[in-house]
T-cell receptor
């Protein structure tokens, strides 16, 4: 096990609602990144938080937002849910915000979100 | 922009045989890292092996080795002595140095190990 935990594991929401997903990073890791993985696809980078600041964002609209707390845990918030937001959401924790290319990212087990 | 291509949607291998999963990448950045992850049906991404763009030798981790051919921009994963527990989805990913921890993933290869 990696020490990265995500909650909840499964979630069903209605289109138009808002959702908050949570991630506890591995002890000592100060960077959390979030990914969306649609069925049959590879994960897509949403954004990254380093020491409570967003410092990298993928091609996702502003209704995807996040927070990182002083203990480095993180939240992903999605407003105005759409059917296409149905996916597995993965968070990964690592050490170092500027990025050493060999820094291993440890992933949680993911939250499976279904929007109906 | 960087891109990862995995051209094998599915692969079958017999138990105890070796298998190679293909990965090619595209980037103009000279400094990057290449990763392979295993994703069982439970969903968690399990790190397998890493290769840096300046590493002179191919990476190895137990039964996993990475066949890194920089000029061809390929980073194939070789799994030796396949086991039934190796059945899973396998993803190749790249991260640029200085690009934060953003990983760019390929579309994955579904590996099935048969008796």
């Amino acid at each position: 096990e990696t020490g990265v935990t995500q909650s909840p594991t499964h979630l069903i929401k209605t289109r138009g609602q808002q959702v908050t997903l949570r991630c506890s990073s591995q002890s000592g890791h100060n960077t959390v990144s979030w990914y969306q993985q649609a069925l049959g696809q590879g994960p897509q980078f949403i954004f990254q938080y380093y020491r409570e600041e967003e410092n990298g964002r993928g091609n996702f609209p502003p209704r995807f937002s996040g927070l990182q707390f002083p203990n480095y845990s993180s939240e992903l918030n999605v407003n105005a849910l759409e059917l296409d937001d149905s996916a597995l959401y993965l968070c990964a924790s690592s050490l170092g915000g500027t990025g050493h290319s060999n820094t291993e990212a440890f992933f949680g087990q993911g939250t499976r979100l279904t929007v109906v | 922009a960087q891109k990862i291509t995995q051209t094998q949607p599915g692969m079958f291998v017999q138990e105890k045989e070796a298998v190679t999963l293909d990965c090619t990448y595209d980037t103009s950045d000279p400094s990057y890292g290449l990763f392979w992850y295993k994703q069982p049906s439970s969903g968690e991404m399990i790190f397998l092996i890493y290769q840096g763009s300046y590493d002179q030798q191919n990476a190895t981790e137990g039964r996993y080795s990475l066949n890194f051919q920089k000029a061809r921009k390929s980073a194939n994963l070789v799994i030796s002595a396949s086991q039934l527990g190796d059945s899973a989805m396998y993803f190749c990913a790249m991260r640029l140095t200085g690009g934060g921890n953003k990983l760019t993933f390929g579309t994955g290869t579904q590996l099935k190990v048969e008796l």
